[in-house]
């Protein structure tokens, strides 16, 4: 199938292979979850392919755009996000303290704000991490700043700060934690961060180039297949108790699995994935393919010129998948296609992570 696909795509270009991946993928792919013995426990078999990465649909972002041909080779990916109970363990055992359990190191958060930016104060440089808090009432959506807060003491036991708890929520993706704590979890565990290419292909789930991981209708039959925030019920980012107080996430399984037996890969809680991000990198891969792109692993550098006050080139990870706060009205990123740029430094109360291994 690949070494049919690479001529479709050199010959025809990506309207061709468009076509013939629309007929190629006609047969639903098989589901492999690993029991420990056939495959590592609870990781989906990835079996890798040719496919059209990013999206020219009228939802794509500029960071989205253009689709270009992308071949990745086969492994296992995580059914789940690695949960509270499974990154317990690892703390349990190793005594890990995860990045928002640390003082904040000054010359890491430095490169996110404007040059010149003076030091703050000790007292300031307190543990913690961002947290979404919400509105009273609806606001305008041009200032995310109105609705996310630095909590101090935010950290995975205590996702919205020292009066929250994770009791009872072993089962949800833990949240609070950075690329840096997502990479030594991976560590302990034997596993690795995908690839931003690998992620997409797993999260389409053999669907080339449906709008999202389960198809192209948002709701098919009035059900939701994601956990997102639903505007019909509650404008964004209202969190008044009358109004249904704080989205958070749900636990993993929630939601069926897609054509490979992963779950949550879009909503739920951001993912992040190894490569650096820059916004024009789908555009700088499809000026220089020549065909389909062998395994991408990414840009050697970042840029981000769309987030205000934080320079261009500050560093910056993919996080792939959307989360319970993406929505119709500001961000539609339950999508397979859809990426941003993160701190790599920065826990948030809405991004998580889930490993792969190599086959």
């Not at 049919?4 to 013939?20: D, F, L, N, P, S």
């Not at 689709?67 to 990154?87: I, K, L």
């Not at 789930?205 to 956990?227: C, F, H, K, S, V």
């Not at 065909?291 to 205000?308: H, K, L, V, W």
Request: charged share 25%; net charge neutral; aromatic share 12%.
């Amino acid at each position: 199938m690949a070494g049919g696909a690479t001529a479709v795509a050199a010959a025809a270009g990506v309207a061709g292979w468009r076509a013939w991946a629309h007929r190629a993928g006609a047969n639903a792919p098989e589901v492999r979850i690993g029991d420990g013995s056939t495959g590592p426990k609870d990781m989906a078999w990835i079996p890798g392919g040719v496919f059209l990465m990013g999206s020219d649909h009228a939802l794509a972002r500029f960071d989205e755009r253009p689709a270009h041909a992308v071949r990745v080779h086969g492994f296992w990916m995580d059914a789940t996000h690695v949960t509270n109970a499974q990154f317990a363990d690892f703390v349990r055992q190793t005594g890990y303290v995860t990045t928002a359990e640390r003082k904040p190191d000054w010359d890491t958060v430095r490169v996110q704000l404007p040059p010149g930016t003076p030091r703050p104060p000790d007292e300031v440089l307190v543990p913690g991490a961002m947290v979404f808090t919400g509105t009273r009432a609806p606001v305008r959506l041009d200032d995310y700043g109105q609705w996310w807060r630095y909590v101090p003491g935010a950290e995975w036991r205590h996702p919205h700060g020292r009066g929250s708890t994770i009791a009872g929520k072993e089962d949800h993706p833990v949240v609070q934690v950075s690329h840096q704590d997502a990479q030594a979890y991976a560590r302990w565990a034997g596993k690795r961060l995908a690839t931003e290419a690998e992620w997409e292909f797993a999260a389409r789930g053999g669907l080339e180039q449906a709008t999202y991981a389960w198809g192209d209708d948002m709701a098919p039959d009035g059900e939701r297949r994601a956990n997102y925030w639903d505007t019909r019920e509650r404008r964004f980012p209202v969190v008044r108790p009358e109004a249904g107080g704080a989205a958070g996430t749900t636990p993993v399984r929630s939601f069926p699995a897609n054509g490979y037996g992963l779950h949550d890969m879009t909503g739920n809680a951001w993912q992040w994935v190894a490569d650096w991000y820059r916004a024009d990198y789908f555009a700088q891969q499809a000026r220089a393919a020549r065909g389909p792109i062998e395994d991408p692993r990414g840009p050697a550098d970042c840029f981000d010129p769309a987030d205000p006050g934080v320079p261009p080139g500050a560093p910056k990870r993919v996080i792939r998948g959307g989360s319970f706060l993406c929505n119709v009205d500001y961000c539609l990123s339950f999508r397979p296609s859809a990426r941003r740029g993160c701190d790599p430094y920065s826990p948030m109360s809405h991004l998580g992570f889930r490993l792969v291994r190599d086959a």
